[in-house]
């Protein structure tokens, strides 16, 4: 099973680190926060991704390509015949990365649907490249699995300014983008879905938001389920929520690293 990223966003609330990268690429503990989530997922036995560039894609790009000699020790021969020889190696052996452009100024919805060639399995995973938690996935694509619908989103309970979503015991019934306060559950990304929801809600419109007409048709016609994640969850919008989660791993109290 693939797990779709977007990692496309200009990040515009934490410009004093995304005027020179994206903000998947903003470092928590030495790593970028892609990498954490790509950890998460791999722990969970999902190892195949597809990453949704837009902004600065390229140093995300230049990150991947050159993971082994970042990662691993290097012998170099210079000369006439040079030669590279990696030494020793990482957790991350047997990772496959899909790297698409999905649009500089592209809105999620639109990201998504244009990532639909490399989504050749029928069912498939989505989340943003901004966010951390301890979401069990295993358990998420179980409950998934376990509906028959086309599509879930895990619900969390932080402060309100994302899309509330109303729930129908496990159904979504409608979803709310952004109220100004919540006092119930929000969505915390981390969804699943069927293939067949890219082609029946989503289309090539630039401005196309996913949590907007995608999410608020699929709950209208019943197609939305909901997970509910009790744990840790937190996004990373602002200088404090970085420091936030930049305090919990150098405290080596983060609860988002289920991994050795």
């Known amino acids: 099973?693939?797990?779709?990223?977007?990692?496309?966003?200009?990040?515009?609330?934490?410009?004093?680190?995304?005027?020179?990268?994206?903000?998947?690429?903003?470092?928590?503990?030495?790593?970028?926060?892609?990498?954490?989530?790509?950890?998460?997922?791999?722990h969970?036995?999902?190892?195949?991704?597809v990453l949704c560039l837009g902004?600065?894609?390229?140093?995300?790009?230049?990150?991947?390509?050159?993971?082994?000699a970042r990662m691993k020790d290097?012998?170099?021969r210079l000369g006439n015949l040079p030669a590279v020889k990696f030494h020793n190696g990482h957790g991350e052996d047997g990772w496959t990365i899909t790297m698409a452009e999905?649009?500089?100024?592209?809105?999620?919805?639109?990201?998504?649907?244009?990532?639909?060639?490399?989504?050749d399995d029928k069912t498939f995973c989505l989340t943003y490249g901004d966010g951390l938690g301890d979401v069990n996935i295993k358990d998420l694509i179980r409950f998934h699995r376990s509906h028959g619908k086309l599509g879930t989103v895990t619900a969390v309970r932080p402060p309100g300014r994302f899309g509330e979503l109303e729930l129908d015991a496990d159904r979504v019934s409608g979803f709310a983008e952004k109220p100004q306060v919540t006092e119930g559950f929000i969505n915390g990304g981390f969804f699943v879905f069927e293939r067949e929801f890219v082609e029946r809600y989503l289309d090539d419109r630039e401005?196309?938001?996913?949590?907007?007409?995608?999410?608020?048709?699929?709950?209208?016609?019943?197609e939305l389920m909901v997970y509910r994640h009790d744990g840790f969850w937190q996004p990373m919008d602002t200088y404090r929520e970085w420091k936030l989660l930049q305090d919990l791993w150098d405290g080596g109290n983060a609860p988002w690293k289920l991994w050795e």
């Open 102 to 119: 999905t649009g500089e100024m592209a809105m999620t919805g639109a990201r998504v649907r244009r990532v639909r060639r490399y989504l």
């Open 44 to 49: 969970h036995g999902l190892s195949e991704f």
């Open 74 to 76: 290097v012998t170099v």
């Open 1 to 42: 099973m693939k797990t779709v990223i977007l990692c496309g966003g200009q990040g515009t609330r934490l410009r004093e680190e995304t005027e020179v990268r994206p903000k998947p690429m903003v470092e928590i503990g030495g790593r970028p926060i892609l990498w954490h989530i790509m950890k998460l997922y791999a």
């Open 55 to 68: 902004y600065k894609g390229y140093i995300i790009k230049d990150f991947f390509l050159n993971y082994e």
């Open 207 to 222: 401005d196309l938001y996913l949590e907007r007409e995608p999410l608020q048709q699929m709950a209208a016609d019943g």
